[in-house]
C-alpha cells in the first residue's frame, strides 16, 4: 500500500467542508489525512440564511451550522477553527498557517490541497465605510453582529446600500424588525441581473412592503458621530440618517492568497480550474466562491457566489481527490429570490448580458396566473423570455411572481441547459392540473409568444 | 379571392374550440364560415374542474366555463350547443347532425372537418351500473348531477369506484362535504400511473383524510333498491352501503363515430393522426380526448385525456387549418394531482411501463424537504427517478409530496423531454434559496443517488 497521504483545505465552509467530505467517503483515515482550516468562529455553515437570522425567522444560529467540528473530528477530519492560511507554497507543497487566537505559526504539508477560501464582500473606498454601525454581510460573525444591533442598539433608521439579491433579503429582515428601511442603490433598478421591465416589479414590490428606495444614486460617504458610529448615509442628492447601515454590494473571489502562489486566476479575479475543479498548479484544487467558471451560454468566465455551486464543485474536488471522476460543467447563471409574498427568479442571460455576448435577441413578457383561474388562491405572475433571433434558441428567463412563480425558473433552467428552442418548448408535456397551473401553463404561453416574436421578425426579413 | 370555405368542428370542448378560435385568428369569416356542434348543454368547460365544483372549492357553474356561446358567436363561430354529430360522410365532406331539442336532423358539409368527440367514461357491464345515484364523471351535466344529489339528496355515505385521479379527486370532494367516503379498486395500490411504493404514500394520505380504501377488491355488482336507486357497492369481499356512487374507471376515446366513417384508429381505439393532426381520411382533422397519440419515451401509441393535450392539438389542427404549420410532438405522460396537502406527481415511464417497453432500469427514491431545513413550513417531498441501465437516461420521475411538492416535475419532465442521463442532471443549474429548496435540491440529490446506482449495476458487469 502507498504511503498515507494528507489533504489540507483551507476554507472551513460549503465547498472546503463538501470536499473533505467526499474524499474520506472514497478514502480511509489510514489512506488518506484530511485537515481544514478556517479563520471564522463557525464551519459548514449556510451563509444564505444570514437574513433569516437577522430577521428572526431563524431563531438560533445553531440552526444556521450543518455540521459542528466535533463531527467532523468524528468522521475523521480534523477541522481548525481560528486559523488562517497566510501563505501557499505550491513548490514545496506547504501553507503557513497561523492561529488567530495566539497559538504562533506553521507551515503545513500537504500531498493535495483544495483552495475554498470564498469571497470578500465589497467595500466601498469611501469616507466613514469602516465606521461602527456599517456591516458587511458574508460570514456568520457579520450576522450575529447585526443581530446583536438590531436587539440591543434599538436601531429606528436602517439604510441598505446594494439592490442586488442580499441588499433586498436583508431590507426586508429588517423591515420585519419594525425598523424603517431605506435601500440606495446607484443603478436606475434593484436587481441588475434582471431586465429594467422586471427589475421595476421588484422595485414596486419592495416600495410594498414599505422599504423607501433611493435608485439611480451613487453613495458618497457616511457621516459618523464624535465617537466614530456612522449617522447618515450620504448620496448625491440627499442624505439619509441611519442608526445602522447594511452593505450589500456583492462579493468578488477571495483569491488573494492563490494569486500571491502563483495560482492562475482569470479576468473575474477568480481561480481558474479545469472542469475536475483543478488549478493550473500541480497537485492544488480550488472550489467555491474563490473561483471562476464557465457561462455555458456566453461561453465566458463568470464568478457566481452561491452556495449550490459551491456544494456541487466541492464534492467534484473531492471525488477528484479520492481517485473518482467527476465534473462540473459550469452555470447558466440560475438564482431565485423571496421577498416577502414576492418571489423572483432568472437564468440564462439578461438583455444586456446576451448583447454583451453578441446575441441579437427578441423578449416576452406575459403575465398569468398561478393557478386556473377559478381556483382560489392563484397569483399573478410575469414570465419573461429572451430568445435568439432566428435561431429562437431560448437565451434567458426571468420571473416576477407570488407564490409559486419562483421555482418555475427550473424547467425554464433544463431547456436552457439543453439548447431548446422557444418554438420546440411550445409542445413541452408539463404537469396541468386546477391547483398548480392554468390549462395552458405560464411556461407555454410565454414559449408560444416568444415563437411568435422570433416568427414575426423572421418575416419582416431584416 | 377562392371561394369561401366550410370549417365544421365535431365537439365544442378544449380541442374543438381551441381549433375553431385558432383558424378564426388565421382566416377571417368572409373566407372561412366556423360551425361547431356539440351534444352537451355547455361547451368550452374545464372538466378538470369538476372536482372542485363538487367539493364547493368552486361555488358557480358559470366559472368552469371559458367561453360562452355568444362570445364564439361575437368572434364569427357558429357554435350549436345540443346538436349532435350521428354521421360522417367523408366521401361526400358532410355530416348528419341531430338537433337534441327536436329540431329534427340535417346534412351539415364541410371544407374541412375537424372530430373532437372527447372520450367516454369506462362504464362496468355490471348489475346496477345503470342504477339511479351511480355517476359518472365526463361533462359538465355530471357534476352538476353530483353536485345536486350532495346538497339536495343528504347522502351519508358515498363510494367512489376507481382510484385513479379523478377518483381520488372525487374521494376528496365528497370528504369535504362532509360524506362517510369509501374507494375501492381492483388494483393494489391507488394511481397506477405510479410505481406501487409510491402508490402506498398516496394511500397513507388518503387514510390520512378519512378515506377508507378497499383495494385489490374489483367490484362486483351495484345494489339498487325497489325503486331503482343504488343502495351499496358489492365486492368479492363485502358490501358497502352507498347512497351515492362515484365512478372513476377512467376513459376511453370516444371515436366510435369516426371508425364507423372508416377514418383509421389505432390499438387504443383513438383516432390515429399525424403530428400536424390530420386524420388518414381526406380533409378530416382530429384532436383531443379522441386521439392516440405516440409516447416519446415508449414509442407505443397512447391515449391520455388531459385538458393541456387537447388545448394543444386544437390549436395545431387550427394553425393547419388556417394555413400555417404547427405540430403536436407526442406525450411524455406528464401528470400532476392534488388530494388535499398531499402533491402527486409523475413523467415518462413507471417501473411496468419501461419493463413493457423493453427497457431495464434502476431507480431510487429519496426523501428530502421543498426548504432548508432552517426555514420553517418545509415540507416532506419523495422524489422517484427510473433510469435505464448502462446508458443511464432518465425514463420517469414520481414525485409524492406536500406543499411546493409536485410542479417541481415540470423540470424533470424537460430533462426526460430532452433525454438527459442522470449523470448529466446532477450539474444541472437549479434554483437555490432557503425557501425555495436545500442547497442540495431534491432532484440533484435523486440524480446523484441514481447515477451511483448506474455506476454500481455497471461495476457489477451482468
Request: some cysteine; charged content about 25%.
Amino acid at each position: 500500500m502507498a504511503a498515507r497521504e494528507r489533504l489540507l483545505v483551507v476554507g472551513g465552509d460549503a465547498a472546503g467542508m463538501s470536499a473533505a467530505s467526499q474524499a474520506r467517503r472514497l478514502r480511509a483515515p489510514d489512506d488518506l489525512e484530511i485537515v481544514a482550516v478556517e479563520r471564522g468562529h463557525h464551519a459548514s455553515y449556510a451563509a444564505c440564511g444570514i437574513p433569516y437570522y437577522v430577521g428572526g425567522v431563524v431563531e438560533e444560529l445553531d440552526s444556521l451550522i450543518a455540521r459542528t467540528p466535533a463531527e467532523f473530528q468524528e468522521r475523521g477530519i480534523d477541522l481548525r477553527l481560528r486559523t488562517e492560511a497566510v501563505e501557499i507554497d505550491p513548490g514545496g507543497g506547504r501553507v503557513r498557517v497561523r492561529s488567530l487566537d495566539g497559538g504562533g505559526e506553521s507551515w503545513e504539508p500537504y500531498d493535495h490541497l483544495v483552495i475554498a477560501t470564498g469571497a470578500v464582500p465589497t467595500r466601498p473606498r469611501l469616507p466613514g465605510a469602516d465606521a461602527e454601525g456599517v456591516h458587511g454581510v458574508q460570514i456568520l460573525d457579520d450576522g450575529v453582529a447585526i443581530r446583536r444591533a438590531v436587539e440591543d442598539g434599538s436601531p429606528r433608521r436602517a439604510v441598505v446600500v446594494g439592490g442586488g439579491y442580499i441588499g433586498l433579503e436583508m431590507a426586508e429582515a429588517l423591515v420585519m424588525r419594525g425598523l424603517e428601511v431605506s435601500l440606495v442603490d446607484f443603478a436606475d433598478q434593484p436587481m441588475r441581473t434582471l431586465d429594467p421591465d422586471m427589475g421595476a416589479l421588484v422595485a414596486d414590490a419592495m416600495r410594498g412592503i414599505g422599504v423607501k428606495l433611493y435608485l439611480g444614486e451613487p453613495v458618497e460617504g457616511f457621516d459618523t458621530s464624535p465617537d466614530g458610529r456612522v449617522t447618515a448615509v450620504r448620496t448625491e442628492s440627499r442624505t439619509l440618517p441611519a442608526d445602522l447601515v447594511v452593505l450589500g454590494l456583492g462579493v468578488r473571489p477571495a483569491s488573494g492568497l492563490a494569486r500571491e502562489a502563483g495560482i492562475e486566476t482569470g479576468p473575474t479575479g477568480g481561480i481558474v480550474t479545469d472542469r475536475r475543479m483543478r488549478t493550473r498548479t500541480d497537485r492544488v484544487w480550488a472550489a467555491g466562491d474563490c473561483v471562476e467558471t464557465r457561462h455555458l451560454i456566453s461561453g465566458a468566465p463568470v464568478a457566481i457566489a452561491l452556495g449550490t455551486h459551491a456544494n456541487k464543485q466541492g464534492r467534484v474536488a473531492g471525488i477528484g481527490i479520492g481517485g473518482g471522476y467527476a465534473t462540473f460543467p459550469g452555470v447558466i447563471g440560475t438564482a431565485v429570490s423571496k421577498i416577502c409574498h414576492v418571489e423572483v427568479a432568472r437564468t440564462g442571460l439578461n438583455e444586456a448580458e446576451a448583447a454583451a455576448a453578441g446575441f441579437e435577441t427578441l423578449s416576452v413578457a406575459v403575465g398569468s396566473t398561478t393557478r386556473v383561474g377559478y381556483i382560489p388562491g392563484g397569483a399573478a405572475m410575469t414570465t419573461k423570455l429572451i430568445a435568439e433571433r432566428r435561431s429562437g434558441r431560448l437565451l434567458g428567463a426571468q420571473i416576477v411572481g407570488e407564490e409559486n412563480a419562483a421555482k418555475r425558473i427550473d424547467g425554464l433552467a433544463i431547456a436552457l441547459w439543453n439548447g431548446m428552442t422557444v418554438e420546440e418548448m411550445t409542445g413541452l408535456d408539463l404537469g396541468y392540473a386546477p391547483p398548480f397551473a392554468p390549462v395552458w401553463d405560464p411556461v407555454l404561453i410565454a414559449a408560444r409568444k416568444a415563437a411568435d416574436a422570433v416568427e414575426r421578425d423572421m418575416r419582416s426579413g431584416s
